[in-house]
């Protein structure tokens, strides 16, 4: 199961750091990856964090966004700042082949 939480409404240039929560027992092993999903436009990849730590960012939020995980908590984290309305979408957590719900970021004025 892949649950995110964290989303909300934020002025630009704001922040919001969203959550990840995994169920599994060798979470921290595995590549957990953020996407995003705005209206009409397809599923891009934001970042990835392998399990030795590695992290990987679109050129669109480098230096913007970091992610990080917590493996005692079973968690991944996606800290967004300097968010501008182009970062609105819906997020998606995918571990393995596992996708979560998503979680909406809308940034706006």
């Known amino acids: 199961q892949v649950v995110e939480s964290g989303g909300g409404l934020v002025q630009p240039g704001g922040s919001l750091r969203l959550s990840c929560t995994v169920s599994?027992?060798?979470?921290?092993?595995?590549?957990v990856e953020w996407y995003r999903q705005a209206p009409g436009k397809e599923r891009e990849l934001v970042a990835g964090?392998?399990?030795?730590?590695?992290?990987n960012y679109a050129d669109s939020v480098k230096g913007r966004f970091t992610i990080s995980r917590d493996n005692a908590k079973t968690t991944v984290y996606l800290k967004m700042n300097t968010l501008k309305p182009e970062d609105s979408a819906v997020y998606y957590c995918k571990y393995v082949r596992y996708w979560g719900q998503g979680t909406r970021v809308t940034v706006s004025s």
């Open positions: 599994g027992s060798i979470f921290s092993i595995y590549l």
């Open positions: 964090i392998r399990g030795n730590g590695i992290e």
